[in-house]
């Protein structure tokens, strides 16, 4: 089958369906597993779950994040950038604006 079969397929999957073939595709890139580093990376998804279900942060919607994260990287004003280093970043990355 090829890739754009399997794309068109895995689009009709559920959500959690997505997810997890997203994820085992990503593990296959990199099969090597750290033990040190996956238990850290669990201990901070508990501290930031915690944090959150605590009060002490708060999450911002999804589309709050990809706005102000193409802002910053295109050039438009942000909070606290200026609009050149906005341009430097975006021609760090490698983005056209």
């Known amino acids: 089958m090829e890739a754009g079969e399997l794309l068109k397929h895995a689009?009709?999957?559920s959500d959690k369906?997505?997810?997890?073939?997203?994820?085992?595709l990503i593990d296959s890139l990199d099969p090597a597993v750290d033990p040190d580093s996956?238990?850290?990376?669990q201990e901070e998804i508990a501290r930031r779950l915690e944090q959150i279900e605590s009060g002490r942060v708060k999450t911002i919607p999804w589309d709050e994040v990809r706005r102000k994260g193409r802002g910053i990287l295109c050039g438009q004003?942000?909070?606290s950038r200026t609009l050149e280093c906005n341009r430097l970043i975006a021609s760090t990355v490698?983005?056209?604006c």
Do not use: H, N, Y
């Not at 369906?17 to 085992?24: D, H, K, P, Q, Y």
């Open 11 to 13: 689009l009709t999957l």
């Open 17 to 24: 369906g997505r997810a997890e073939l997203a994820s085992s």
């Open 38 to 41: 996956e238990l850290a990376w």
């Open 77 to 79: 004003k942000a909070r």
């Open 94 to 96: 490698g983005l056209a």
